[in-house]
Every structure is written in C-alpha cells, then in structure tokens.
C-alpha cells in the first residue's frame, strides 16, 4: 500500500547539481517526518538531511550551505537540491519516510535507492 519513489540521481562532475525527488503514496494518517540518508560502499548509512511537516530541517556537517531539503505537504514530496557536488558525495542516497498510521503507531518506510556519483 505505501510507496516511496524517488528519482533524480545519476552522473555529474564535481561542482555540478542534482535534484533529487522523493513521492511518498499510500493511506496513511500522517506524516511527520522524510528525510535523504546515504551510504557509500565500506561505509555506514548517514543521515544527509531531514525535514518535519512543519518545516524543522537537520543536516549533517558535511553537505551544510551545499544541500537544500525542501517539502511539500500537500504532495507528501521531499526534495533534496545538490550543489558544490564533491567525489565524496557519491553513494547511494536512500528517501525515508516516518509517518503515524491511523491508530498513531508509528511506521518507517525506504526508498529502494537512487545512485549519485561525482566524477570527472
């Protein structure tokens, strides 16, 4: 019943841009919150950026004054603007979903992931 699907990955040299697009479907009670995780090869999944529904953003260190969360609600779409992309940038980057299910259980939900990788 839920769906996660995200586009935008692929390949692009180092200070260039990516937007990626992630569409949240499915009948659920809410959402509270979507982010972007990514996990290079040999390396542990990290969080890249975060957004509430009401608008709280969290980034790591490494992508600040480089990467734009944004929302929109009324879509259940998260997207994640990419600029200055650097080689360490390339990985896997993964959308998830945290949302409330009718009873206010709380649910988590993956993409299947969608490949950046910054080369020249």
């Known amino acids: 019943q839920v769906q996660l699907v995200e586009s935008g990955g692929g390949l692009v040299q180092p200070g260039g841009s990516l937007r990626l697009s992630c569409a949240f479907s499915?009948?659920?009670?809410?959402?509270?919150?979507m982010g972007w995780y990514r996990q290079a090869p040999g390396k542990q999944r990290e969080l890249v950026a975060a957004?509430?529904?009401?608008?709280?953003?969290n980034y790591a260190e490494s992508v600040k004054g480089r990467f734009t969360i944004s929302r929109d609600n009324d879509k259940n779409t998260v997207y994640l603007q990419m600029s200055s992309l650097k080689p360490e940038d390339t990985a896997v980057y993964y959308c998830?979903?945290?949302?409330?299910?009718?009873?206010?259980?709380?649910?988590?939900?993956w993409g299947q992931g969608t490949q950046v990788t910054v080369s020249s």
């Open positions: 499915g009948s659920i009670f809410s959402i509270y919150a």
């Open positions: 957004i509430t529904s009401g608008g709280s953003t």
């Open positions: 998830n979903a945290r949302y409330l299910g009718v009873t206010g259980k709380k649910y988590e939900y």
